[in-house]
């Protein structure tokens, strides 16, 4: 039995009465999150669209709490980006992100919502934190360069929200999730992650019998990675079960580098040429695997799928699912 088991409320009799907000919930992860919340039984689910709501304009928040009047706010919604994005426009990717959290969380606390769910980032760790990356390690220095905008901004959403809680007693909470992937990901070039990236490009290069991929770097940083549908089943037995100030991580605790990463997709892809690393282009940050440890022990939840199986689902529903062969760029990849 986990410590606090009996104290945890039934999944289904929780959201019953509940109406919840899920910005980005037309996203990657978001959509998992909604279809979890409909399989829990949950009766009123709003999912913002951005033309409708820009969550960058505190008059499209206060309409939006005021058309949807929730008592849960899951915000998901962000500016994301691969390396080459964070690089080319951080800038954005800072203002968009923190103006969207902290003006949400502060007009969800003033509309009087009760309980408000962040979805931070595994960016804002420090370069170099030891692994595994431990909640209490956030503050020990400076993100990774490349995505430091992206990061901060996330990060300040947690202080933000320990501030509130302090002063207001809002019951705001924190989540980190590692690096994603999952079938509805993003398999643009020009933003999408490693895992999307080096898919397409792998089955792309097969097709046209090239015999050799580009990929940025040298291969050597190592990555965490959880399934996407294993982070939403985390963030909602987070949104259930759990209601203290400190941030925990969301993932799989399995760490694979870019290198192994690169010959087991191109495995599993059937490509079967060279694999060319420019060595021109950054790393990122050296090391990302989680302890994951809090998570279990505050609310029980553990990654169920393999990383192998994770992967050939992905794979398979890219195939079910991309556009027509495009052209190929080496594109920043290791976010």
């Known amino acids: 039995m986990y410590p606090n088991q009996r104290l945890w409320p039934d999944s289904h ?3 019953q009465d509940k109406c919840v907000v899920v910005t980005g919930g037309a996203g990657f992860l978001g959509s998992y999150v909604v279809e979890k919340l409909h399989e829990r039984g949950a009766r009123r689910v ?3 669209r951005s033309r409708v709501y820009d969550l960058r304009q505190r008059e499209a928040i206060r309409q939006l709490l005021h058309d949807a009047r929730p008592d849960i706010v899951i915000h998901m919604a962000a500016r994301v980006g691969g390396i080459g994005a964070n690089r080319d426009h951080p800038a954005e990717f800072f203002y968009d992100n923190l103006m969207m959290g902290v003006q949400l969380l502060h007009e969800s ?17 420090p370069k170099h934190t030891p692994v595994p990356f431990k ?7 400076y993100p990774e360069e490349t995505n430091a905008p992206y990061g901060l901004a996330k990060k300040m959403l947690l202080v933000q929200g320990e501030a509130y809680r302090q002063q207001y007693g809002f019951n705001s909470i924190f989540l980190l999730p590692v690096n994603l992937y999952g079938p509805r990901d993003n398999f643009d070039l020009e933003t999408s992650h490693v ?13 046209r019998g090239d015999d050799e991929i580009i990929v940025w770097g040298d291969g050597s940083p190592t990555r965490e990675f959880i399934y996407a549908a294993d982070a939403a089943e985390g963030i909602l037995l987070a949104t259930e079960r759990y209601n203290d100030p400190d941030p925990v991580n969301i993932g799989s605790s399995y760490e694979i580098s870019i290198r192994d990463l690169v ?3 191109a495995d599993l892809t059937g490509f079967r040429g060279r694999i060319v690393w420019d060595t021109t282009k950054p790393n990122g940050q050296p090391r990302r695997k989680l302890d994951v440890s809090r998570a279990w022990e505050r609310f029980g939840f553990r990654a169920e799928t393999t990383f192998t199986d994770g992967l050939r689902a992905t794979i398979e529903w890219y195939r079910a699912h991309r556009e027509p062969v495009a052209a190929m760029r080496a594109v920043g990849e290791a976010h």
Do not use: M
């Not at 909640?135 to 220095?141: I, P, Q, S, T, V």
């Open 13 to 15: 009799q929780f959201w």
């Open 46 to 48: 709003v999912v913002p």
């Open 109 to 125: 606390w003033q509309f009087g919502v009760k309980k408000f769910v962040t979805i931070g980032t595994v960016c804002a760790y």
């Open 135 to 141: 909640e209490d390690d956030l503050w020990n220095g």
């Open 195 to 207: 895992i999307p990236a080096l898919i397409r490009k792998c089955i792309e290069a097969t097709e």
């Open 263 to 265: 010959t087991l997709i």
